[in-house]
Antibody, heavy 122, light 107 residues
């Protein structure tokens, strides 16, 4: 069974940093396309980043240069390092496994974790 | 970045009604569109990808259509378990933006 579990959220001051983890089971994180998506308190969804099975990464402009997606094969875990945090980064952060394969829809999020809340406030 | 605009932002319908939600893209995205359903306190659930392909396990009352810049999600006969917020998302290029969501309620 495919499972994803985020952790690492919490309260952080503006300018601070956090590292989110997404522990997965039922599949191998390094063999899959993996996304990070966040949901703001207002309810909107924002795609943040993706890491391909070959290691390529892409980011939303709002987090480029501040956030870094990575993975650890030995721990079968996906990460999101978040630096220079801002109040507008306050959100629930989801990791998601993408469909994979060779077609364009390989990057579509198919399986999701339950999310972890990040609050950026002084 | 490509913008997605959903309409309506909210709607109320009765059980058994046919419901249609639209999603317009700011530029041609071919059929690179997905639809998600999200219930309170839960992550999004993939319903449709490639604009019209039903994800496994999704009831057949859900269907998607469209290409280019205009897309629709249709529920052929609204069921009591369908109230949720529905989002479209494109995957034509990065960033993979989402629409702002459509909140569906039962009358």
């Amino acid at each position: 069974e495919v499972q994803l579990e985020e952790s690492g959220g919490g309260l952080v001051q503006p300018g601070g940093f956090l590292r989110l983890s997404c522990a997965v089971s039922g599949f191998t994180v390094t063999n899959n396309f993996m996304n990070w998506v966040r949901q703001t308190p207002g309810g909107g969804l924002e795609w943040l980043s993706i890491i391909y099975s070959d290691g390529r990464t892409f980011y939303a402009d709002s987090v480029k240069g501040r956030f870094t997606i990575s993975r650890d094969a030995s721990r079968n875990t996906l990460y999101l390092q978040m630096n220079s945090l801002r109040p507008e980064d306050t959100a629930v952060y989801f990791c998601a496994r993408a469909r994979g394969g060779n077609a364009a829809h390989k990057t579509v999020s198919e399986s999701w974790g339950q999310g972890t809340l990040v609050t950026v406030s002084s | 970045a490509i913008q997605l605009t959903q309409s309506p932002s909210s709607l109320s319908a009765s059980v058994g009604d046919r419901v249609t939600i639209t999603c317009r893209a700011s530029q041609d995205i071919s059929n690179a569109l997905a639809w998600y359903q999200q219930k309170p306190g839960k992550p999004p659930n993939l319903l449709i990808y490639d604009a019209s392909t039903l994800q496994g396990g999704v009831p057949s009352r859900f269907s998607g259509s469209g290409s280019g810049t205009y897309f629709t999600l249709t529920i052929s006969s609204l069921q009591p378990e369908d109230p949720a917020t529905y989002y479209c998302q494109h995957f034509n290029s990065y960033p993979h933006t989402f629409g702002q969501g459509t909140r569906l309620e039962i009358k």
